[in-house]
């Protein structure tokens, strides 16, 4: 094999290897982001495309959403309750030029502000509205990361607190206020409907004075319920103006004043 033949093979393979680095295929979920011999120019695909082998160099970006997990962290809430918070977010580059140049690993960067943010949020809130408010403190936290996050190319679609661990003490302290809660609900529904009961009966005893026919009418009744019961039972209904009448021809005791007529 002479000289020429091998200067020939040699030159193909150098050539293909160029070929091979100057070709770049990126998939429909990245970009390539070329820069020039430093200088950045900006990001092409998706599909194939071709760069300057060894002036160029490309830096994949992907702009896929991220789902990431918010390490827990240890908070204490404005009513100084010490809880333990798991929260996840959702992020996405929307810019890969940024996402390369501002900012040296910008999935890094996100976890650690959403770290420091959903401390600083969760610090500012008492238990309850943590507990209750949920949709609120999450859009709070989601638009305070993303206003960081948008100088990097990065935007956050979505925070999410997950969980929220209480202390023993503390969950033994709510389930005796949420007993205690119950417990005066009960006596206020109890209490509604001894006065409605008692409302009730003070106007039918308003309405049966106005007419005795009733009242003679409604104790009949009650001898009738009596007497199906088929027990030795004997009703005898005297009015209370008998009782009184009776009451007031009763003679006196002698050194004691008359007994007063109870109605």
């Not at 200067?7 to 979920?29: D, Q, T």
């Not at 390539?32 to 194939?48: E, H, M, N, S, T």
């Not at 959702?90 to 900012?103: A, Q, T």
């Not at 969760?122 to 609120?136: A, I, S």
Request: no cysteine.
């Amino acid at each position: 094999m002479n000289s020429g033949l091998i200067g020939i093979i040699l030159g193909a393979a150098v050539l293909l290897l160029l070929l091979m680095a100057a070709v770049k295929v990126v998939p429909e979920y990245e970009r390539g982001v070329i820069f020039r011999l430093g200088r950045i120019i900006g990001a092409k695909g998706p599909g194939l495309f071709v760069i300057i082998p060894v002036v160029d160099r490309m830096v994949r970006v992907s702009l896929r959403t991220v789902t990431m997990d918010i390490p827990p962290q240890d908070v204490i809430t404005k009513d100084n309750v010490t809880v333990r918070v798991n929260a996840v977010t959702y992020f996405n580059v929307v810019d890969p030029n940024r996402s390369v140049v501002s900012i040296e690993d910008h999935i890094k960067g996100t976890s650690q502000i959403a770290q420091t943010t959903l401390r600083s949020i969760l610090g500012q809130v008492d238990l309850d509205e943590l507990l209750v408010n949920r949709d609120e403190i999450n859009q709070r936290l989601q638009q305070i990361i993303d206003d960081v996050t948008n100088p990097w190319g990065v935007k956050v679609t979505l925070v999410e607190v997950k969980d929220v661990e209480l202390p023993e003490a503390m969950r033994r302290a709510m389930a005796r206020q949420a007993e205690a809660e119950r417990d005066r609900r009960a006596k206020v529904i109890h209490a509604k409907g001894e006065f409605e009961a008692a409302q009730t009966l003070a106007d039918a005893a308003e309405r049966l004075e106005g007419h005795p026919a009733a009242m003679h009418l409604r104790i009949l009744s009650t001898m009738a319920e009596v007497s199906s019961e088929r027990n030795s039972t004997l009703i005898f209904p005297l009015p209370m103006e008998v009782l009184r009448l009776v009451d007031m021809l009763r003679p006196p005791d002698a050194g004691s004043a008359p007994h007063p007529v109870h109605t």
